[in-house]
């Protein structure tokens, strides 16, 4: 959080905002979890669930944002008090675009308890990767909470294992599907929900990041590890 002002109202403004984006995370994160048990137990009430509080998510974001625009407005913040309500913005967005991969989860999974898919496809494999990405989105928001770079640096090396595991279900499917052509259409499925949580991760570094952009007032996207633990020192 930033350093106290002369305008204690100023304060209280920040601390709302930054309260309502972490209510905002931990509603995703909840989403998340619901989502993937829903994908391990084909649970239709569960993802109907998730689908239900998509609109939540985003009403959360449009709410987020008024309060943004307003206190810029109001307040004319400047320097790293500018940048934290810049980079709350790109939080909220991360968060919503996450929300969106955790709904595209919801209905594929609906889909295939509706189609009947297989269930000898590795369905509950996804756990690892999904368990890690909600470890990354839940670590992202305690990191933003404290201000923390240090762990910003853990969520975004965090990141690196989930597009592994991407990658190794990915090479299991291929298998699938070239042993058992029957296989393809619900093999394609399970790649586009594996996908859906890659990106989840991909949202976690992304508000790590925006930490980093606050504490240090860089902006260390696309940049090399090394630059960013050096710029972390």
């Known amino acids: 959080m930033s350093d106290k002002h002369l305008s204690s109202q100023f304060d209280a403004d920040l ?23 829903a994908l391990v137990h084909l649970s239709l009430e569960t993802a109907n669930q998730v689908i239900e509080n998509e609109n939540r998510v985003n009403q959360m974001e449009r709410e987020i944002d008024h309060d943004i625009t307003s206190t810029i407005a109001r307040r004319q913040p400047t320097a790293r008090d500018l940048r934290f ?70 969520i975004i090396k965090g990141d690196d294992e989930v597009d592994l595991e991407y990658d190794g279900f990915l090479r299991k499917l291929i298998t699938y599907m070239m042993e058992d052509p029957r ?20 949202h976690a570094k992304n508000i790590a990041e925006s930490i980093i952009y606050i504490v240090k007032g860089e902006d260390v996207r696309h940049t090399p590890m090394a630059t960013v633990e050096r710029l972390v020192k």
């Open 183 to 202: 296989k393809i259409s619900p093999s394609l499925d399970l790649l586009f929900l594996a996908k859906a949580i890659e990106r989840v991760g991909d």
């Open 85 to 154: 309500l810049m980079a709350i913005s790109r939080t909220t967005s991360n968060l919503e675009r996450a929300g969106d991969e955790v709904a595209k989860v919801a209905r594929m999974v609906k889909s295939i308890i509706e189609n009947g898919s297989p269930r000898s496809l590795p369905t509950s494999e996804l756990r690892v990767a999904a368990d890690l990405a909600a470890t990354l989105m839940r670590k992202s928001l305690d990191a933003f909470a404290r201000l923390d770079t240090a762990m910003a640096i853990e």
């Open 15 to 37: 601390n709302t905002v930054s309260t309502r984006v972490l209510e905002m995370g931990g509603l995703v994160e909840s989403q998340l979890h619901q989502a993937l048990y």
